[in-house]
């Protein structure tokens, strides 16, 4: 983000050129933005020394050049990543297997009579009650 004469805008690091010249009382920093337009920022020797003004325009070029190399190693990596993801997604082994175990239990539920005659009974004691209050207790979620 860059704010100059009252504006701010943000802008690509990488995309705004940075220099600095020195005068006798002042320093200035002088901005190229992307679209071409300049701007120049005075600051006296007074607010900050000539070297402060250096250093600033090094560390923000390295910085510049840092983002650049990480951007470029970033998309190196991005075809690997977008095929390691591609394959994770295709292999379904381990839901296949658990969906079929769920259907083995669901089988040995199904074929169960002790569960068949305790939902026969659940549905009795329901009529009894209904019959009793006359309303009809809520069948509990199945698990199955």
């Known amino acids: ?65 840092r983002a650049k190399t990480a951007r470029l190693e970033r998309e190196a990596q991005l075809p690997a990543a977008e095929a390691a993801l591609t394959e994770v997604r295709a292999d379904t082994a381990e839901v296949d297997r658990a969906r079929e175990r769920l259907d083995e239990i669901r089988a040995e539920q199904d074929a169960d009579p002790a569960i068949t005659e305790a939902e026969q009974a659940f549905e009795a004691a329901c009529g009894r009650w209904q019959k009793l209050t006359g309303t009809r207790p809520l069948r509990p979620r199945a698990a199955r």
């Not at 940075?18 to 920022?41: K, M, N």
Request: with cysteine; aromatic share 4%.
């Open 1 to 65: 983000m860059l704010t100059t004469n009252g504006c701010t805008a943000d802008h690509a690091l990488d995309a705004v050129l940075l220099h600095a010249d020195h005068t006798a009382g002042a320093s200035h920093l002088h901005l190229v933005l992307p679209d071409g337009a300049q701007r120049e920022l005075p600051f006296a020797h007074s607010e900050f020394a000539e070297e402060k003004i250096r250093a600033f325009v090094i560390a923000a070029r390295d910085g510049v050049a």
